[in-house]
């Protein structure tokens, strides 16, 4: 059987809630509980459960965006528990956050164009051209046009209720 690309390994996130000071409880609240799987090769995991129950808190923890209080994460074999930012780097191109909420997303100062490039420069890929034309495939390739490549995603995102707004002003 193949090594599995991420595994936790009774994964603990405790938040310490108060300041414990001028007589004010601390209270320790354990976000996720020793957590426990492995994802395979072109395995696809679904974490599923009431608001609160933990699942960003796992997620971020992973990413190394939260520091894990206890337990163990290995990806592709590497222990990556609160590894520093320079170890998480090369990692960050092959495991990453996808949010559900575009316009928390998506930077409404940028052009779509800068968006999509700024991880590419992050990680040191292709040259501005080769970034600008890797963008442009991008779009095309998840059904959108590369003539959308210099809008902004707040303008795209906002029409129908600027659209609105112009009516009522009528
Ligand atoms: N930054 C934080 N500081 C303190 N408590 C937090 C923080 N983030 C989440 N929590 C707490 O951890 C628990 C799990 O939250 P969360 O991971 O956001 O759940 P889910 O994503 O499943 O809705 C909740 O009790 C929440 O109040
Ligand atoms: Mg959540």
Not at 22 to 47: C, D, P, S, Y
Not at 73 to 101: H, S, V, Y
Not at 106 to 128: A, N, Y
Request: with cysteine; glycine share 8%; charged share 25%.
């Amino acid at each position: 059987m193949s090594e599995p690309i991420l595994q936790a390994i009774d994964l603990t996130k405790t938040f310490t809630v108060g300041s414990g000071i001028f007589g004010r409880a601390k209270i320790e609240n354990v976000a996720v509980n020793r957590v426990n799987f492995e994802i395979e090769k072109g395995e696809t995991l679904g974490l599923v459960g009431e608001s609160g129950c933990g699942k960003s808190t796992l997620a971020l923890s992973i990413l190394g965006l939260y520091k894990a209080t206890s337990g163990r994460i290995l990806f592709n074999g590497k222990d990556i528990t609160n590894a520093d930012e320079r170890l998480l780097k090369p990692i960050r191109r092959q495991m990453q956050m996808i949010f559900q909420d575009p316009l928390a997303s998506l930077d409404p100062r940028l052009t779509v164009e800068q968006i999509i490039s700024e991880p590419l420069e992050i990680h040191g890929i292709g040259t501005r051209t080769e970034r600008t034309n890797l963008a442009a495939e991008m779009l095309e390739r998840v059904g959108l046009s590369s003539e959308n490549l210099y809008l902004l995603p707040y303008i795209v995102t906002h029409r129908p209720r600027l659209f609105l707004e112009f009516l009522f002003r009528k």
